[in-house]
Structure formats: structure tokens, C-alpha cells
């Protein structure tokens, strides 16, 4: 599986980028993928991630009511709808993959990762 992410920028707060993650090398069916993020001198952090089939979703609350993940099924491509952008979104956003049945943010449970794409927020 690989993974392309794009759509990063420089963008000025209360701004909007919309993320794409496109996969190939398979055609998903199941599993589940999740946009992470990390900020200079933090750890990386879950952002939303979406389950291939049923399109179930989680956000960080962090992220919660400004941010929309979505999925289209025939393009075998995951957007990030980035809304209201604040200074602290400024980070290198990562897709990844997990071929497992359930939802998860644990980093750990996704197999396959894309080169992340950098966001950047300016007052």
C-alpha cells in the first residue's frame, strides 16, 4: 500500500485547506484511515480518521466541529476538510493505513504511511 498525501500550505488563521490521501497498491474494502499531525518539538497526534466501509469517523477534540473527514471510494482517496484553521494546527500532517476492523487513533495499529504534508497557520 502506498500513500500520497497533498494539500498542504501556508494558510492565515480562520482559513481553510482541504488534505488529500490518495492510496494505491490496493483497493480498499476495509480498514480504516487516519490524518495524524506533528507540530515542531511535539509528538505526533491523532487528527480523524475514517473506516473504509460504513465511512464511521473520529476526530481529536482538538479538531472536533472545525475539521471533516471524508472518503470517495471510487478515486481510493481520503480528504481532510480543514475549517477555522487556528496557529496551533501548524504541523506536518501524516495519512496512514490499518487494514483492521476497528476505528482506532493509536498510531501503533496503522501499518502503512504516507510522506506527510506541511500545514502552516500564520496570524
Known amino acids: 500500500v502506498q500513500l500520497q498525501a497533498s494539500g498542504g500550505g501556508l494558510v492565515q488563521t480562520g482559513g481553510s485547506l482541504r488534505l488529500s490521501c490518495a492510496a494505491s497498491g490496493r483497493t480498499f474494502t476495509s480498514g480504516n484511515i487516519g490524518w495524524f499531525r506533528q507540530a515542531p518539538g511535539k509528538e505526533r497526534e491523532f487528527v480523524a480518521a475514517?473506516?473504509?466501509?460504513?465511512?464511521?469517523?473520529a476526530y481529536a477534540d482538538s479538531v472536533k466541529g472545525r475539521f471533516t473527514i471524508s472518503r470517495d471510494n471510487a478515486k481510493n482517496t481520503v480528504y481532510l476538510q480543514m475549517n477555522s484553521l487556528k496557529l496551533e494546527d501548524t504541523a506536518v500532517y501524516y495519512c496512514?493505513?490499518?487494514?483492521?476492523?476497528?476505528?482506532?487513533?493509536?498510531?501503533?495499529?496503522?501499518?502503512?504511511w504516507g510522506q506527510g504534508t506541511l500545514v502552516t497557520v500564520s496570524s
Open positions: 496512514a493505513a490499518d487494514l483492521g476492523l476497528l476505528l482506532t487513533r493509536r498510531d501503533h495499529e496503522y501499518e502503512y
Open positions: 475514517i473506516k473504509w466501509t460504513g465511512g464511521s469517523t
